[in-house]
C-alpha cells in the first residue's frame, strides 16, 4: 500500500513523541521544554478520556557517543547506561513526566527491527553501494551541504564551521550504501500540498519545501570508519547511519516487526515534537523512508524554537546548558513547567532569564492565582465554617463569572488539544483567573458579609460558591500543566470525595457550570507558590 497521508485505520491511541535525545551529556533546559510540551499535550488527551501513548527516550549510536566514551575511558554502552540510569530518567520523574515508554537505541527489541526495516528496503532495490565524500558535523551525525557552512572567525578563521555548533565540520571520505532519497522529493512535495498542516510552524514547512524543491541527494545510510552502530545486516563492515537507526524508534517502540496488534492500534505518530534542528530528518528523510516501505506518514512534525541564554542556544557545547534542577529547586517543579510554555510561543526562539521567570511567578502565580486560592478558602472558613455555601442569590456578575469559565474551558482546549498553542491556551486560564480576582474586588464579600439578613446571607454565599466554582475549574484546566498544584488546591476545595479524582475529570466539560456540591468541605491549606527567597547563588 502506498503511503499517501496520516492513516491510521486500525489505531486507537492519540500517539505523541520527543526525539530520543543524545546521551553524550545529562539533559539541559532545552531538552527538558520539549518532553514538558509532550507531558503536557498527552495529559490533555488523557483527561478528554482518549487513549494516549506518550514515547521519549535516548539515542546511544554514532560517533559523537564513540568519542565521548571514548574522552571519559569507558565504553560507549557503559557510558550510555550511566548517564540514562542517573541523569536521563530521574529528571523526567523529577519533573512528573508521564509517558508511556522510553526507547533506548541499543535494546534488542530496536536494533533488530532496524536491521529488519533497512534489510527490507535493500531487498526492494531501495538501497545501493557508492562512495561519498563531504563535510561532516560529528555532533550532528549528518553531511552538510556545503551552502550550509558558515566561515569560520577567531581560533577557527579559514575554517568552514557547523551553523548549529559553530565548530569546525571534518571531511570524510569513505565507502557507504546510500538509501534513494532522490527519487522521493515529487512524493514529498506533493504530500506537502495535500497536507499543508503537516509540518509546523509555517516558516519549518516553508524551509522545507524550498529545500525540496531545490532537488534531493541520496541518503548515504552507513558509515565504515567505526563500529558503534546497528551492523548492516548484509555487510558487517558498515553500521547503519545513525539517523536512520534513530527514527525508526518510531515505529519499533510501538510494536513493529513484533507486536502487529499494538503497532497496528499506534502508529504513526499524530505529532512529532522536535527541536527545529532535526527538521530536515523528521519532515524529509523519516517520511521518504515511510514512503520506501508502505507505511503511514504521522500526522504532524512540530518544530519548536530554540532556547536563548544571552543571544546564544542553550547548549553544552555554549556553557549554557543550565540544569532543569537549578532552577526547580527555586521555583518548584509546578512553576518550572509552566513558566517555559507560558512565556514562550511554541514554536518561537525564546529567551530564558531569571528575572523574567521571578517577576512572572510573583505576579500571575502567588498573587493572580496562589492568592486568589487563599483568600476563597479563608473567607469560606470565616463565613460558613468551611462548608460551601449554595448559591441562592445569582444575578448578572455571576453569569458573566460562569461564561467567562465556559469561554476559558473552550479556548484552552482548542489551543492546546488542537493547535499545540500553549501559551494561549495558558493565557486564556489565568485571564479567566484575573477576572475571577476582579469579581471579588468589585462583589466585596467582606463588607456584605456585615449584612445578617437572610438576604446579605445568601449574596455572601453566592458570591463564595462562585468563586470557588470557578477554581474548580481551573484546577482542571491547568492539571495537566501544573499536576501537584491542581491536586492540592482540588483538596483543598472538599472536591476529592464528592467528585472523583482529578485526573477523571474531563478538560472538555470544565467549563460546566455547578460541578462542586453545596457543602462540600473546604480548608485553606498550604500556600499553593510560596514566596520566593533570594536567588540563589
Same mark, same amino acid.
Given at each position: 500500500m502506498?503511503?499517501?497521508?496520516?492513516?491510521?485505520?486500525?489505531?486507537?491511541?492519540?500517539?505523541?513523541?520527543?526525539?530520543?535525545?543524545?546521551?553524550?551529556?545529562?539533559?539541559?533546559?532545552?531538552?527538558?521544554?520539549?518532553?514538558?510540551?509532550?507531558?503536557?499535550?498527552t495529559?490533555?488527551?488523557?483527561?478528554?478520556?482518549?487513549?494516549?501513548?506518550?514515547?521519549?527516550?535516548?539515542?546511544?549510536?554514532?560517533?559523537?557517543?564513540?568519542?565521548?566514551?571514548?574522552a571519559?575511558?569507558?565504553?560507549?554502552?557503559?557510558?550510555?547506561?550511566?548517564?540514562?540510569?542517573?541523569?536521563?530518567k530521574?529528571?523526567?520523574?523529577?519533573?512528573?513526566?508521564?509517558?508511556?515508554?522510553?526507547?533506548?537505541?541499543?535494546?534488542?527489541?530496536?536494533?533488530?527491527?532496524?536491521?529488519?526495516?533497512?534489510?527490507?528496503?535493500?531487498?526492494?532495490?531501495?538501497?545501493?553501494k557508492?562512495?561519498?565524500?563531504?563535510?561532516?558535523?560529528v555532533?550532528?551525525?549528518?553531511?552538510?551541504?556545503?551552502?550550509?557552512?558558515?566561515?569560520?572567525?577567531?581560533?577557527?578563521?579559514?575554517?568552514?564551521?557547523?551553523?548549529?555548533?559553530?565548530k569546525?565540520?571534518?571531511?570524510?571520505?569513505?565507502?557507504?550504501?546510500?538509501?534513494?532519497l532522490?527519487?522521493y522529493?515529487?512524493?514529498?512535495?506533493?504530500?506537502?500540498?495535500?497536507?499543508?498542516?503537516?509540518?509546523?510552524?509555517?516558516?519549518?514547512?516553508?524551509?522545507?519545501?524550498?529545500?525540496?524543491?531545490?532537488?534531493?541527494?541520496?541518503?548515504?545510510i552507513s558509515?565504515?570508519?567505526?563500529?558503534?552502530?546497528?551492523?548492516v545486516?548484509?555487510?558487517?563492515?558498515?553500521?547503519?547511519?545513525?539517523?536512520?537507526?534513530?527514527?525508526?524508534?518510531?515505529?519499533?517502540?510501538?510494536?513493529?516487526?513484533?507486536?502487529?496488534?499494538?503497532?497496528?492500534?499506534?502508529?504513526?505518530?499524530?505529532?512529532?515534537?522536535?527541536?527545529?534542528?532535526?527538521?530536515?530528518?523528521?519532515?524529509v528523510?523519516?517520511?521518504?523512508m515511510?514512503m520506501?516501505?508502505?507505511?503511514?506518514?504521522?500526522? *504532524?512534525?512540530? &518544530?519548536?524554537?530554540? /532556547?536563548?541564554? %544571552?543571544? #546564544?542556544?542553550?547548549?553544552? =557545547?555554549n556553557?549554557?546548558?543550565?540544569?532543569?534542577?537549578?532552577?526547580?529547586?527555586?521555583?518548584g517543579?509546578?512553576?518550572?513547567?509552566?513558566?517555559?510554555?507560558?512565556?514562550?510561543?511554541?514554536?518561537?526562539?525564546?529567551?530564558?532569564?531569571?528575572?523574567?521567570?521571578?517577576?512572572r511567578?510573583?505576579?500571575?502565580?502567588?498573587?493572580?492565582?496562589?492568592?486568589?486560592?487563599?483568600?476563597?478558602?479563608?473567607?469560606v472558613?470565616?463565613?460558613?465554617?468551611?462548608?460551601?455555601?449554595?448559591?441562592?442569590?445569582?444575578g448578572?456578575?455571576?453569569?458573566?463569572?460562569?461564561?467567562?469559565?465556559? *469561554?476559558?474551558? &473552550?479556548?484552552?482546549? /482548542?489551543?492546546? %488539544?488542537? #493547535?499545540?498553542?500553549?501559551? =494561549?491556551?495558558i493565557?486564556a486560564?489565568?485571564?479567566?483567573?484575573?477576572?475571577?480576582?476582579?469579581?471579588?474586588?468589585?462583589q466585596?464579600?467582606?463588607?456584605?458579609?456585615?449584612?445578617?439578613t437572610?438576604?446579605?446571607?445568601?449574596?455572601l454565599?453566592?458570591?463564595l460558591?462562585?468563586?470557588?466554582?470557578?477554581?474548580?475549574?481551573?484546577?482542571?484546566?491547568?492539571?495537566?500543566?501544573?499536576?501537584?498544584?491542581?491536586?492540592?488546591?482540588?483538596?483543598?476545595?472538599?472536591?476529592?470525595?464528592?467528585?472523583?479524582?482529578?485526573?477523571?475529570?474531563r478538560?472538555?466539560?470544565?467549563?460546566?457550570?455547578?460541578?462542586?456540591?453545596?457543602?462540600?468541605?473546604?480548608?485553606?491549606?498550604?500556600?499553593?507558590?510560596?514566596?520566593l527567597?533570594?536567588?540563589?547563588?
Amino acid at each position: 500500500m502506498a503511503a499517501t497521508g496520516h492513516e491510521k485505520p486500525g489505531a486507537t491511541a492519540y500517539y505523541v513523541s520527543t526525539p530520543i535525545y543524545y546521551v553524550n551529556d545529562a539533559p539541559h533546559l532545552g531538552h527538558a521544554y520539549t518532553t514538558v510540551a509532550g507531558d503536557v499535550l498527552t495529559r490533555w488527551h488523557r483527561q478528554r478520556g482518549e487513549k494516549v501513548w506518550y514515547l521519549t527516550g535516548t539515542d546511544e549510536h554514532g560517533q559523537k557517543i564513540m568519542r565521548t566514551a571514548e574522552a571519559n575511558g569507558v565504553t560507549p554502552q557503559s557510558w550510555c547506561d550511566k548517564l540514562v540510569e542517573e541523569a536521563w530518567k530521574p529528571l523526567w520523574e523529577h519533573l512528573n513526566i508521564a509517558n508511556d515508554d522510553f526507547i533506548r537505541t541499543t535494546e534488542k527489541r530496536h536494533t533488530d527491527r532496524v536491521q529488519e526495516f533497512v534489510q527490507d528496503l535493500y531487498d526492494k532495490g531501495e538501497i545501493y553501494k557508492g562512495g561519498y565524500e563531504g563535510p561532516y558535523c560529528v555532533g550532528c551525525e549528518e553531511y552538510k551541504l556545503p551552502g550550509d557552512l558558515i566561515d569560520g572567525e577567531g581560533e577557527f578563521a579559514g575554517q568552514k564551521l557547523c551553523p548549529v555548533h559553530k565548530k569546525p565540520v571534518e571531511l570524510l571520505k569513505e565507502e557507504n550504501y546510500f538509501f534513494k532519497l532522490s527519487a522521493y522529493g515529487p512524493k514529498l512535495l506533493e504530500f506537502y500540498a495535500a497536507n499543508p498542516g503537516f509540518i509546523q510552524p509555517e516558516s519549518a514547512r516553508n524551509e522545507v519545501v524550498n529545500f525540496v524543491e531545490q532537488g534531493l541527494q541520496d541518503l548515504s545510510i552507513s558509515r565504515s570508519t567505526f563500529d558503534w552502530g546497528v551492523p548492516v545486516p548484509w555487510d558487517d563492515q558498515h553500521v547503519i547511519y545513525v539517523w536512520v537507526d534513530a527514527l525508526l524508534n518510531y515505529a519499533t517502540a510501538v510494536g513493529y516487526g513484533a507486536n502487529q496488534e499494538k503497532f497496528d492500534g499506534t502508529f504513526p505518530a499524530d505529532v512529532h515534537l522536535i527541536g527545529k534542528d532535526i527538521l530536515r530528518f523528521h519532515s524529509v528523510i523519516w517520511p521518504a523512508m515511510l514512503m520506501a516501505q508502505g507505511l503511514p506518514l504521522p500526522g *504532524k512534525v512540530v &518544530a519548536n524554537g530554540w /532556547l536563548m541564554v %544571552g543571544g #546564544e542556544k542553550m547548549s553544552k =557545547s555554549n556553557l549554557t546548558g543550565i540544569k532543569p534542577q537549578d532552577l526547580t529547586s527555586h521555583f518548584g517543579v509546578d512553576a518550572y513547567r509552566w513558566y517555559f510554555l507560558r512565556a514562550i510561543a511554541y514554536g518561537s526562539d525564546g529567551s530564558f532569564s531569571w528575572e523574567d521567570f521571578t517577576a512572572r511567578y510573583t505576579s500571575e502565580l502567588a498573587n493572580d492565582y496562589g492568592n486568589l486560592a487563599s483568600r476563597v478558602a479563608a473567607m469560606v472558613g470565616k463565613y460558613f465554617d468551611g462548608a460551601l455555601p449554595e448559591a441562592t442569590a445569582a444575578g448578572d456578575a455571576e453569569r458573566a463569572v460562569q461564561e467567562g469559565l465556559a *469561554k476559558a474551558a &473552550a479556548t484552552a482546549d /482548542l489551543k492546546i %488539544g488542537e #493547535e499545540l498553542d500553549f501559551q =494561549s491556551g495558558i493565557l486564556a486560564v489565568f485571564d479567566f483567573v484575573k477576572q475571577v480576582n476582579g469579581y471579588i474586588t468589585e462583589q466585596e464579600p467582606w463588607k456584605v458579609a456585615k449584612d445578617t439578613t437572610p438576604e446579605g446571607r445568601a449574596r455572601l454565599a453566592t458570591i463564595l460558591y462562585t468563586a470557588a466554582e470557578s477554581l474548580r475549574g481551573v484546577a482542571v484546566l491547568l492539571n495537566a500543566v501544573m499536576p501537584e498544584t491542581s491536586q492540592k488546591l482540588w483538596e483543598s476545595l472538599g472536591a476529592g470525595e464528592s467528585l472523583g479524582a482529578l485526573a477523571d475529570q474531563r478538560v472538555q466539560d470544565a467549563g460546566t457550570w455547578g460541578g462542586l456540591p453545596a457543602g462540600a468541605t473546604v480548608t485553606k491549606g498550604a500556600v499553593l507558590f510560596p514566596r520566593l527567597e533570594e536567588k540563589p547563588a
